[in-house]
């Protein structure tokens, strides 16, 4: 809910700068900055739920090398880094091949081997195991 939820939406919506007329409210560029050794457009985005992050377009290609996000939690306040690269074309679409996110001194590398778009997904795949959904009644 609230911040989390605006901010996980912001992770997993690599296309929202695409539709920008309709998914930030404020839209600022801000300046240039280096994101690992090359330039970047620092460009800050308000969303229409007010959680507010940046994001790093490679000046060259065009394309986002960083987004930065708030991050509140019981530890305190901080700021998670995410970082793209080994951009490949998927169905006329660029998609980052690597995702490095730093949070807290915490860094986990996420590599793609491959991807595919409107895929058939068998419906069985979503079936929770027995155990879980126990546990689901359990706390519900």
């Given at each position: 809910?609230?911040?989390?939820?605006?901010?996980?939406?912001?992770?997993?919506?690599?296309?929202?700068p695409?539709?920008?007329?309709?998914?930030?409210?404020?839209?600022?560029?801000?300046?240039?900055?280096?994101?690992?050794?090359?330039?970047?457009?620092?460009?800050?985005?308000?969303?229409l739920?007010?959680?507010?992050?940046?994001?790093?377009?490679?000046?060259?290609?065009?394309?986002?090398?960083?987004?930065?996000?708030p991050?509140?939690?019981?530890?305190?306040?901080?700021?998670?880094?995410?970082?793209?690269?080994?951009?490949?074309?998927?169905?006329?679409?660029?998609?980052?091949?690597?995702?490095?996110?730093?949070?807290?001194?915490?860094?986990?590398?996420?590599?793609?081997?491959?991807?595919?778009?409107?895929?058939?997904?068998?419906?069985?795949?979503f079936?929770?195991?027995?155990?879980?959904?126990?546990?689901?009644?359990?706390?519900?």
């Open positions: 809910e609230g911040r989390d939820r605006s901010r996980l939406l912001c992770v997993s919506s690599l296309n929202l695409a539709q920008w007329k309709t998914a930030f409210k404020k839209i600022d560029c801000t300046g240039i900055d280096t994101v690992e050794g090359k330039q970047a457009y620092k460009v800050e985005v308000t969303n739920e007010d959680y507010s992050f940046s994001y790093y377009f490679d000046k060259e290609s065009s394309l986002i090398v960083k987004i930065e996000l991050v509140e939690s019981l530890a305190g306040n901080s700021i998670q880094e995410i970082f793209l690269g080994n951009y490949k074309m998927v169905d006329g679409i660029q998609f980052p091949y690597a995702q490095k996110r730093i949070e807290q001194g915490r860094e986990m590398i996420l590599t793609y081997l491959s991807v595919k778009h409107n895929v058939d997904i068998p419906e069985k795949t079936i929770l195991p027995d155990r879980i959904q126990k546990i689901i009644i359990l706390v519900n």
